[in-house]
C-alpha cells in the first residue's frame, strides 16, 4: 500500500487560507468517507482535526474544514494563525481493512 | 480521562526484538480498538496494524507481516507491541493509538494517542 501523496509544505500569512490535498486511489481515498486529517507539533503526538472526511471533532476549531472529490481529500485552514504551524497528515482506511497515511505536508505561516 | 503511557525508550541491536507496552485506562480496555503508528525521525506517519483487546485479533500491514505481534493483557489493561529482526531502518517512534468508537461502530480515526516510545536500532 503506497502512501497518499501529500504537498511536502505550504505556506500562508496570517489571516489568509490555505488548503493541503491527499491524492489516493479509488482503493482508499476515492472507496470510503473515512478520511482523517491529523495536525503534529514537533515532538507531540498527533492530533485528530477532521474524520470522515469532513467532521470536526468537538474542541477544533471551525477554521479547520474538510472535503473530497474522487480520489482526493483536501484540508482548508481559514484566518491562519501563528498556532496552526504544524506538519498535517490525512489518513485513510482502505479497502483491505488496512490504513494508510499521506507523507505530511508541512505548513509554514509566515 | 482516557489516558495511554507508553514504555520508555529503547536501545536495540540489529537483529534483537524490541518490546513495547502502552497501558491503557480511562475507559472500558476491551470495547476500542487499538493500533500501532511509527513514525521514523524526520519522516512521516506509518500504520503498522491494529488489535481488537476483546479477543486479541490482529490486522498487521503487509509490510510487517512475520515481523510484527501485538498482544495484550486485559488483566492489566495493556498492550504490547513486539517487532523482531530489528534493522536502522527501524529506528522510529512507536505510538499506539486508539481508535474512536466502540468497536461494534469503530470510528475509523483515532481520538487519542500514547506519548510515544523511541526505538534506536544501532550497532
Known amino acids: 500500500q503506497s502512501a497518499l501523496t501529500q504537498p511536502a509544505s505550504v505556506s500562508g500569512s496570517p489571516g489568509q487560507s490555505i488548503t493541503i490535498s491527499c491524492t489516493g486511489t479509488?482503493?482508499?481515498?476515492?472507496?470510503?468517507?473515512?478520511v482523517s486529517w491529523y495536525q503534529q507539533q514537533p515532538g507531540k503526538a498527533p492530533k485528530v482535526m477532521i474524520y470522515?472526511?469532513?467532521n470536526r471533532p468537538s474542541g477544533v476549531s471551525n477554521r479547520f474544514s474538510g472535503s473530497k472529490s474522487g480520489n482526493t481529500a483536501s484540508l482548508s485552514i481559514s484566518g491562519l494563525q501563528a498556532e496552526d504551524e504544524a506538519d498535517y497528515y490525512c489518513k485513510s482506511y482502505t479497502t483491505s481493512n488496512t490504513y494508510v497515511f499521506g507523507g505530511g505536508t508541512k505548513l509554514t505561516v509566515l | 480521562q482516557v489516558q495511554l503511557v507508553q514504555s520508555g525508550a529503547e536501545v536495540k541491536e540489529p537483529g534483537a526484538s524490541v518490546k513495547i507496552s502502552c497501558k491503557a485506562s480511562g475507559y472500558t480496555f476491551t470495547t476500542y480498538y487499538m493500533h500501532w503508528v511509527r513514525q521514523a525521525p524526520g519522516q512521516g506517519l506509518e500504520w503498522m496494524g491494529a488489535i481488537n483487546p476483546t479477543h486479541g485479533g490482529t490486522s498487521y500491514a503487509q509490510k510487517f507481516q512475520g515481523r510484527v505481534t501485538m498482544t495484550r493483557d486485559t488483566s492489566t489493561t495493556t498492550l504490547y507491541m513486539e517487532l523482531s529482526s530489528l534493522r536502522s531502518e527501524d529506528t522510529a517512534v512507536y505510538y499506539c493509538a486508539r481508535e474512536a468508537g466502540e468497536i461494534a461502530v469503530a470510528a475509523k480515526y483515532f481520538d487519542y494517542w500514547g506519548q510515544g516510545t523511541l526505538v534506536t536500532v544501532s550497532s
Open positions: 479509488s482503493s482508499d481515498v476515492g472507496y470510503y468517507n473515512h
Open positions: 470522515d472526511v469532513s
